[in-house]
Each structure stands twice: as structure tokens, then as C-alpha cells.
């Protein structure tokens, strides 16, 4: 890109995402030509103090979950504001964007126009320094191949019937390379398949692509994944690790945690107990929001009895925004950030919350949400961050398949210089 090329139009248009609900588009031209598009996610179990995603609220379409006013937002508020701007300055783009909304929440503009606008200034300006995203992002340095985190069964508020924790991950951390990691995933869920068809349990798939099985409890189905790890021919814990995301939150009820599926309800204490014993009897590298989203000195105290023997990752505690990370390292919880652009609204924010957890020794899982699109940009932002941890859901349908496979392309163009994470992004620093 010549230093001149700067922003010419900002178009936004309401469309689908993998859930049917409408999401915004937004699509920026510069005055060289080029031109790119960003499509933003919408999450389910969303934390409390996530940035805002605005809809319209008219009954008559959609339900009410149009996005016509965020869109509106995006062609009469956000274009304006950026016409003439370099497209390459992406901080004073969205140093603009959050000036012209001027909320912390971005409750005004909405965080689904501002992160549209602000992720398809970063692909336009990408396209036309004619470099990848994640090297436009993260400059010559990223070159790190995430260890991806197959999302395989689905549950809570994703997986309707199926068991209570919200998702039970593959981690492939043996492998050697992503490409490879990747097969192994595959072959595993497709392991896993066969399992549940042999004891005739349904095979349909949740939001993210994880089979619903119903299954008399959380641990059967820890049980059910070491099964298909070892039917596809792979070691436990050597090859393939696990993961869980409790999205806690969903499951407190009436000051408990309630685990339906085994008519039992925890406390804080038991939850921080349950990870201790699957951490004993499972491969078990990483658990995310085992405990609900306002509970940090639980958090503190479960990562100071846990935090040395796995990773402790806050997606709802955090929402991706730095002032709660400021104080979730102040206060030592968790060891592991989620990071979800759409959680904060624009990149630089993004980026900003990610490179500090890094610096403080924290490591950052960049995630999908439940609701996403053909957009592929988050398998980009995590190889810029070189931070070695992506969850994009099962290695099916067709919307989390395009971040696995927008890594492998990566992977092949970066060829001897790409790096797979593998084991080394779970090793507890702190
Ligand atoms: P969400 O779930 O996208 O529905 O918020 C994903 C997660 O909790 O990690
Ligand atoms: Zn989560």
C-alpha cells in the first residue's frame, strides 16, 4: 500500500449468522481500490460486561435481533468519520471509533458496528500491503501455529439435552505440526461418532459442532472422549489432551452450581474440588470459567490451589477487556485469558488485552463464538499474537472449518518458518 492509501467508503448490511440471527457486515474501499469485508460473531453465554451488542429490538423482524440501527450506525456515524483517514493507522481508526461512540460499553454505535468497522479497515489495509492479515497484524515475528482446541461435545446453553459443562475440547498437543494436529482432532471426532452410534445415542451437533449426547454425567463424557482418543489410536495425554469450558455462570442457580445431569448442585469450594479430581484422572490441561463471571476472590483461590497444574482461563471474568485484566493479575486469578474481539469492540482494544496478559505471564486462548460466521480473521489474530491457543469449535460445519482451514493456509505459505505451539502453550508459568 502506498502511505497515501486511505479510506474512500464504509458500507455496512445486515446479515446471517451460523444460527440464523442477523449480524453486521461491514465492507471498506480505499481510494487505491481495494477493497475487503468483516463479519462479526455473536456469542450465547455472553458475560455481563461485555462491550454491547446492539439490536433493534423490533418484534416484527427477526424477533427483534435485526441489526438494522447498528448498521445504520455503520453507513451514517462510523463512515463519515473515517473517510480520509490512512487505512494502515488502524490505532487512531479505532481511537476514532471509540471517541465517536463514548461509552465504555460501546452501548451507543454498538460493539457489532464499531468491531465491523474496525476489523474490515485491518483486512483492506492488509489486502493492500498485499500481506496476510496475521502479518500485517503481527509484523515479520508471527509465525507461531496455534494448538487448536476442538470444541467435540456440546452442552449448557449450546447443546440443549446434552450434558451440563458447556464444551469438552480435544487438544491435539502431540503433534508435530498444526496440519497434524488437526488430522488427529478429525480422526477423533469421527471416533467419537462411531462411539455414540454403537450405544445408539443420538449424533446431532450443537452450535459449535460437538455431537449432544445424553448422558447420565459430565464425567461420562470425560470418560467418552479418552475412548475415542484411544479408538483413533492416540495416547491420552501424550498425544491429546483435554479441555473444558463450564461457562459457570449458566450453571449457578439459587447460589449453587447446579450439575442437572447429576442431581447434585456445588459450591464454590466443590467446583475448585471437581477440577482437582478430573485434573487427576484426566488429561486435563485447561479449564475455562469453572466459576461464574463476579466471583473473583473464588477465582483467586482456585487458581492459587489449581493455577501450577493447569490452566485456568477467564472468558466471562475478563470479556476481553483490559481494566478487568488489570485487576484479575493484580488479584492473581486465572492464568489464561479468552480473548474474543467482539467482547471489546475494535482491534487495537484487542490487541491490547492480549499483549498485556502476555507480558504478565498469563497466556491468551483466541476464541470463536457460538454464533459465527465465514469470517476467518480470528485464526489470523492468533497467529499475529503468536499466543499458540485458538478454539474455533468442532472440525465441522462449515463456519468453524473455515478458521481451521484459514490456518492451514497460513501454515503452507509460512512453510519452514511456521512453528506449531503444541505442548509448550500449555506449560504453566506462573
Ligand atoms: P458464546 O460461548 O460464544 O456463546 O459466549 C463461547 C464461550 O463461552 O467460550
Ligand atoms: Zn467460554
Known amino acids: 500500500?502506498?502511505?497515501?492509501?486511505?479510506?474512500?467508503?464504509?458500507?455496512?448490511?445486515?446479515?446471517?449468522?451460523?444460527?440464523?440471527?442477523?449480524?453486521?457486515?461491514?465492507?471498506?474501499?480505499?481510494?487505491?481500490?481495494?477493497?475487503?469485508?468483516?463479519?462479526?460473531?455473536?456469542?450465547?453465554?455472553?458475560?455481563?460486561?461485555?462491550?454491547?451488542?446492539?439490536?433493534?429490538?423490533?418484534?416484527?423482524?427477526?424477533?427483534?435481533?435485526?441489526?438494522?440501527?447498528?448498521?445504520?450506525?455503520?453507513?451514517?456515524?462510523?463512515?463519515?468519520?473515517?473517510?480520509?483517514?490512512?487505512?494502515?493507522?488502524?490505532?487512531?481508526?479505532?481511537?476514532?471509533?471509540?471517541?465517536?461512540?463514548?461509552?465504555?460499553?460501546?452501548?451507543?454505535?454498538?460493539?457489532?458496528?464499531?468491531?465491523?468497522?474496525?476489523?474490515?479497515?485491518?483486512?483492506?489495509?492488509?489486502?493492500?500491503?498485499?500481506?496476510?492479515?496475521?502479518?500485517?497484524?503481527?509484523?515479520?515475528?508471527?509465525?507461531?501455529?496455534?494448538?487448536?482446541?476442538?470444541?467435540?461435545?456440546?452442552?449448557?446453553?449450546?447443546?440443549?439435552?446434552?450434558?451440563?459443562?458447556?464444551?469438552?475440547?480435544?487438544?491435539?498437543?502431540?503433534?508435530?505440526?498444526?496440519?497434524?494436529?488437526?488430522?488427529?482432532?478429525?480422526?477423533?471426532?469421527?471416533?467419537?461418532?462411531?462411539?455414540?452410534?454403537?450405544?445408539?445415542?443420538?449424533?446431532?451437533?450443537?452450535?459449535?459442532?460437538?455431537?449432544?449426547?445424553?448422558?447420565?454425567?459430565?464425567?461420562?463424557?470425560?470418560?467418552?472422549?479418552?475412548?475415542?482418543?484411544?479408538?483413533?489410536?492416540?495416547?491420552?495425554?501424550?498425544?491429546?489432551?483435554?479441555?473444558?469450558?463450564?461457562a459457570a455462570t449458566s450453571l449457578w442457580h439459587d447460589g449453587r452450581y447446579r450439575l442437572e445431569r447429576e442431581g447434585r448442585s456445588l459450591s464454590a469450594q466443590e467446583m475448585t474440588g471437581l477440577c482437582r479430581e478430573w485434573g487427576e484422572r484426566y488429561p486435563l490441561v485447561s479449564v475455562e470459567d469453572p466459576l461464574m463471571d463476579n466471583d473473583w476472590d473464588g477465582y483467586a483461590e482456585l487458581t492459587r490451589e489449581l493455577g501450577d497444574r493447569m490452566q485456568i482461563a477467564g472468558d466471562d471474568l475478563f470479556v476481553s477487556n483490559r481494566s478487568f485484566l488489570v485487576k484479575g493479575i493484580a488479584q492473581r486469578c486465572c492464568n489464561c485469558v479468552v480473548i474474543k474481539p467482539n467482547q471489546v469492540g475494535t482491534v487495537t482494544e484487542t490487541l491490547n488485552t492480549a499483549r498485556m496478559a502476555l507480558a504478565a505471564g498469563y497466556s491468551c486462548m483466541v476464541a470463536h463464538r457460538s454464533g459465527e460466521t465465514e469470517d476467518t480473521s480470528i485464526a489470523d489474530l492468533a497467529v499475529a499474537l503468536n499466543c499458540g491457543q485458538i478454539k474455533a469449535g468442532a472440525p465441522a460445519r462449515g463456519e468453524r472449518v473455515a478458521k481451521y482451514n484459514r490456518l492451514l493456509t497460513i501454515e503452507g505459505s509460512l512453510g519452514e518458518g511456521a512453528h506449531f505451539a503444541g505442548r509448550a502453550a500449555f506449560q504453566r508459568k506462573r
Open 1 to 246: 500500500m502506498g502511505a497515501s492509501a486511505s479510506i474512500a467508503r464504509v458500507m455496512g448490511a445486515e446479515v446471517l449468522d451460523s444460527r440464523g440471527n442477523p449480524t453486521v457486515q461491514v465492507t471498506v474501499v480505499l481510494d487505491d481500490g481495494s477493497l475487503a469485508s468483516a463479519t462479526v460473531p455473536s456469542g450465547a453465554s455472553t458475560g455481563d460486561a461485555e462491550a454491547v451488542e446492539l439490536r433493534d429490538g423490533d418484534r416484527r423482524r427477526y424477533g427483534g435481533k435485526g441489526v438494522l440501527n447498528a448498521v445504520r450506525h455503520v453507513n451514517e456515524l462510523i463512515g463519515p468519520a473515517l473517510t480520509g483517514l490512512l487505512a494502515d493507522d488502524q490505532w487512531r481508526i479505532d481511537a476514532v471509533l471509540i471517541e465517536l461512540d463514548g461509552t465504555d460499553s460501546k452501548s451507543r454505535l454498538g460493539a457489532n458496528a464499531t468491531l465491523g468497522a474496525s476489523l474490515a479497515c485491518a483486512r483492506v489495509a492488509a489486502q493492500a500491503c498485499h500481506l496476510p492479515l496475521c502479518r500485517y497484524l503481527g509484523g515479520d515475528a508471527a509465525h507461531i501455529l496455534p494448538t487448536p482446541m476442538l470444541n467435540v461435545l456440546d452442552g449448557g446453553i449450546h447443546g440443549n439435552g446434552g450434558p451440563d459443562l458447556q464444551e469438552f475440547m480435544l487438544v491435539p498437543l502431540g503433534a508435530p505440526t498444526f496440519r497434524e494436529a488437526l488430522r488427529y482432532g478429525v480422526e477423533t471426532y469421527h471416533a467419537l461418532r462411531e462411539l455414540l452410534v454403537e450405544r445408539r445415542t443420538v449424533t446431532n451437533v450443537g452450535d459449535e459442532g460437538g455431537f449432544v449426547p445424553v448422558l447420565s454425567s459430565n464425567g461420562a463424557a470425560l470418560d467418552l472422549m479418552m475412548q475415542a482418543i484411544e479408538r483413533a489410536g492416540y495416547r491420552p495425554g501424550e498425544d491429546i489432551s483435554l479441555a473444558l469450558d463450564f
